[in-house]
C-alpha cells in the first residue's frame, strides 16, 4: 500500500466513524447511475480539471472509480493543486463490492 492509496476497509472504518470525509466519484454518469458511494460527489474524470473549485481542498478526499486507475490520476492531479489529503480507493468501487457490500450492483 502507498500513501496515495486507501483500501476498502480502511475507508469502511472512516466512514463510520462519521469523520469529516468528501468522497469523489470519478466516474462516467452512466457508471454513477448503475451503483454509488451514499454521499458521493460525482464528477467524472474529464470534468475535475475545470470543477475542482466546487470540491474543498481543506477536507480529506477519496477518489474512487470503478477499478482504481482513473482515481489515481485524479488523485495526483488534486495533490498537484493543492489537495494534501487525497487519496484513491485501490480496487475501485469493484473492490468495495467483493470486500464490504456484496449487495452492491456490479459491471
Known sequence: MNELEIGARELEALIASSAELQLLDVREDWEAALVRLAGAIHMPMQQVERRRDELDAS???????????????????????????????????ERWATEIDPTLARY
Open 59 to 93: 477536507k480529506p478526499t477519496v477518489v474512487y472509480c470503478h477499478h482504481g486507475i482513473r482515481s489515481m490520476h485524479v488523485a495526483l492531479f488534486l495533490r498537484s493543486h493543492g489537495f494534501t489529503d487525497v487519496k484513491s480507493l485501490r480496487g475501485g468501487i
